[in-house]
């Protein structure tokens, strides 16, 4: 079977498509073909070296595909079930803890990038219906961690306001996720195209932060003064002190991004004052992913695709991310 590999010390141009044998599964896991994945932050980290890992590994931690095989003891899984995989496959439910956050798929351990993966069983859960492969396998790190957030860590009531920074992948489905829960949504970006997409998905007011760099304010005037109960906070050090400014009396801000920076200020008297939180969110348990599946079905989901490559146009599909120029997810077809 064909497979992706980054030798190290990582880089685009060094991405090799290699062969490699394909694995049975032994007691407690299945085969999976592979028929997508989806492009992450967390896997250009590792792509180019930023995030180092192993020699040779296998990236993409995304996974979507039909089951070929099962090994002994799995009664979970049949051949021809479609699956999805699991961003965290040892964290099966409550709260998370270290040991539980290990032996992640293009990072700790082979990856998705490849025709055919044998992974434990419990790294899987089952596919949503009405999604093809590439939609269903953009809900497994961007998708979980927006659900996480705003359905997790936070008590969010309809009605409640809810503020999204740019057009990636946990940005649109948490506005997504927050329509259905019967909140309202602000979005910020510094394309007023992209806005105008926000706009058609639910977005209720838009920001161009590049021509409102005082954008925290802005929410406050847009909310009566209340601010937003939740801000999924993406950017990190550049964009922290607005989201302090913007969050509500109580609220939480989700801490999901560093795209501007790793460490920066943050306005602690302003958050004590406003007894807001922040909380940290990395994706989510097996049990959350379920629940996630569930409300795509209840809710009619549709996962916002930005783009498609086939796998040998792995590289490419990185250059893309790396040009900011996409909106919502860039999906690697595979197989089939």
Not at 156 to 166: A, E, F, H, I
Not at 167 to 191: E, H, N, P
Not at 212 to 233: H, I, N, S, Y
Request: aromatic share 6%; charged share 20%.
């Amino acid at each position: 079977m064909r497979a992706i590999s980054v030798p190290k010390p990582g880089g685009l141009d060094k991405l090799a498509l290699v062969e490699v044998e394909a694995r049975a599964p032994g007691h407690g896991e299945i085969q999976v073909q592979v028929r997508a994945s989806s492009l992450n932050f967390h896997d250009y980290l590792v792509v180019t070296g930023l995030l180092p890992a192993e020699d040779g590994r296998v990236p993409m931690s995304d996974g979507a595909g039909v089951v070929t095989a099962v090994g002994e003891g799995v009664e979970d899984f049949a051949v021809g079930d479609r699956v999805l995989s699991c961003f965290f496959p040892n964290w099966l439910d409550g709260r998370p803890r270290l040991e539980k956050m290990r032996g992640v798929p293009g990072d700790n351990v082979d990856g998705f990038a490849a025709e055919t993966v044998t992974m434990p069983a419990r790294g899987f859960t089952r596919m949503p219906t009405g999604l093809d492969f590439a939609e269903a396998a953009t809900l497994t790190c961007a998708g979980l961690t927006a659900w996480r957030a705003l359905a997790v860590e936070t008590h969010l009531r309809p009605g409640d306001w809810v503020l999204v920074q740019g057009s990636g992948g946990v940005s649109l489905f948490a506005l997504q996720f927050a329509r259905q829960m019967g909140c309202r949504v602000i979005a910020t970006s510094s394309s007023d195209a992209k806005l105008q997409r926000m706009a058609a998905l639910g977005a209720e007011h838009l920001i161009n932060y590049r021509e409102t760099p005082a954008w925290g304010k802005r929410v406050l005037e847009l909310t009566g003064g209340r601010g937003a109960d939740l801000v999924v906070e993406v950017g990190g050090s550049g964009t922290v002190a607005q989201s302090v400014r913007a969050v509500a009396f109580d609220g939480c801000i989700s801490m999901i991004g560093v795209l501007t920076g790793l460490s920066g200020e943050v306005p602690t008297a302003e958050l004590f004052q406003k007894n807001a939180r922040i909380s940290g969110i990395t994706v989510g348990s097996r049990a959350q992913q379920l629940d996630m599946i569930a409300a795509v079905e209840a809710g009619g989901i549709q996962p916002v695709v930005d783009s498609r490559y086939p796998l040998e146009q792995l590289a490419d599909a990185f250059r893309h991310q790396e040009s900011q120029q996409h909106f919502g997810k860039i999906c690697i077809d595979i197989g089939g």
